[in-house]
Structures are given as structure tokens and as C-alpha cells.
């Protein structure tokens, strides 16, 4: 469970991000214009890297989903075993996975904020125009620019060490963050995303963790503080 200090931290983060994103948008511009060349568009995003990063994310995903569902379906029917003791671990992972890259960024955010994408606007070639992070419009039907669904899908890492004590929950969220930039700087180059549609992507799976929590403890699922046994033990 994330202790004060860790929300105290984010909350700041988060709040500067949104001031300097608001008040700043250029930062988007240039981050996007530092991959764009005029006339080829966004060149690096064609690379065999970036293209394996991209499907390798995108299957990924997909994969940890059924896994996961599968995973906590077998735990169900199991009496006693490895299987059995990490059923809650499963559930939450399911539920966190649902609530955030799922609900919040897929469903909610890219269906419905409507900002177009950088190789979409009219600064890099396209015909849409350019919009704030966070102030909602109409420049794209779905599956939009904000936030990132490939990085709220390497996001998800922080999801393995949420229930773990301090220092291996500490890790994991490294990891999510490490993850998040690698695959935010690929889909930047690709022109598939601002700067700020990956930082906002990283804030909606931690949001999405926080509530998955605190539903199963609601339910009686999770005891406040209690650690689950994880897959990897």
C-alpha cells in the first residue's frame, strides 16, 4: 500500500506537472518537434526498435491480461497450494489492471478527451490542431493521443510490488518508471504521443492501483497493510 510519503511526493509531481504542462504546452511541441523531420515526418519511429517495442507492448499486454485471468480462475478452483495462496495476488493484479490501463486510460480518457495526436496536427503536418493536455476537445474521435496506452501497459509493472513491503514496492515503481520513459520516448518518436500523454499515462495506473486496492479492502479481500504473497516468490 503507498505510504504518506509516497502520495505526499506524487501529489507534488503530479500538481507541477499539471501547472507546467498547462501553462507551458510548448513543452509538448518541442518534445514532439525533436523527433519530426519536415517533409519525412517522424523517421525514428520507423525503425525496427521502435516498431518491436511498439507490438512487442501492445501482445504483451494482451497476454498478461488472459494470463492473469486464467491465473486467478485456476487459483479459484484450487483447494490448497501455490496457486490457492496467491488467489487474492491474482485478483488484484486483474482488478488493477481493469480499473487502470483498462477503464481509466482505454475506455475513459482515449475515447473521450479528444486530443489529437502529434503526427496529427497541423505543426507536424497534419490537419487537426494542437490542444492542452488537460483541458478536453474535439480533435479526435478514440482512441486519442491522452494519455498513452502503451505506457499505462508497462505502467502496470508498479502493480507486482503494490501489495510488497516499502523497499520491494520501491522497485517495482522504478521499474514502471524506467519502463514508462523507455516506451514514452518510442511513442514520441513515432508521433504517436506528447510528452505529457506519458507522464499522465504513468499517474492513471497508479490511480488504477489505489483503487483496485481500496475496493478489495472495502470487500473485505484485503486487510489495510496486509502483504499478499507474489507470483515471483
Not at 93 to 99: P, Y
Amino acid at each position: 500500500m503507498p505510504a504518506k510519503s509516497e502520495i505526499t511526493w506524487l501529489a507534488g509531481l503530479f500538481a507541477f506537472a499539471a501547472l507546467a504542462f498547462s501553462v507551458f504546452p510548448q513543452i509538448d511541441l518541442a518534445a514532439a518537434r525533436a523527433f519530426f523531420v519536415p517533409g519525412s515526418g517522424f523517421p525514428l519511429g520507423e525503425t525496427a526498435f521502435a516498431q518491436g517495442i511498439y507490438w512487442l507492448v501492445w501482445g504483451g499486454a494482451r497476454l498478461a491480461i488472459a494470463a492473469f485471468l486464467l491465473l486467478w480462475l485456476a487459483s479459484l478452483a484450487a483447494k490448497s497450494g501455490w496457486l490457492r495462496a496467491r488467489r487474492r495476488w491474482f485478483g488484484f493484479m486483474l482488478l488493477a489492471i481493469v480499473i487502470g490501463p483498462g477503464m481509466i486510460v482505454d475506455v475513459g480518457l482515449k475515447n473521450h478527451w479528444g486530443r489529437a495526436r502529434p503526427e496529427q496536427i497541423r505543426d507536424f503536418g497534419g490537419a487537426q490542431t494542437f490542444t492542452v493536455a488537460l483541458r478536453p476537445a474535439s480533435e479526435c474521435a478514440r482512441n486519442c493521443s491522452f494519455v498513452s496506452g502503451h505506457v499505462s501497459g508497462v505502467a502496470a509493472l508498479m502493480s507486482f510490488g503494490w501489495l510488497a513491503a516499502p523497499a520491494r514496492r520501491r522497485r517495482w515503481l522504478a521499474a514502471s518508471i524506467a519502463a514508462s520513459l523507455l516506451v514514452g520516448v518510442v511513442r514520441i518518436a513515432q508521433g504517436g504521443h506528447f510528452l505529457s500523454d506519458v507522464v499522465f499515462a504513468w499517474y492513471a495506473v497508479w490511480i488504477g492501483n489505489a483503487l483496485a486496492a481500496w475496493l478489495l479492502a472495502r470487500t473485505g479481500q484485503l486487510a489495510r497493510g496486509e502483504e499478499i504473497p507474489e507470483i515471483l516468490r
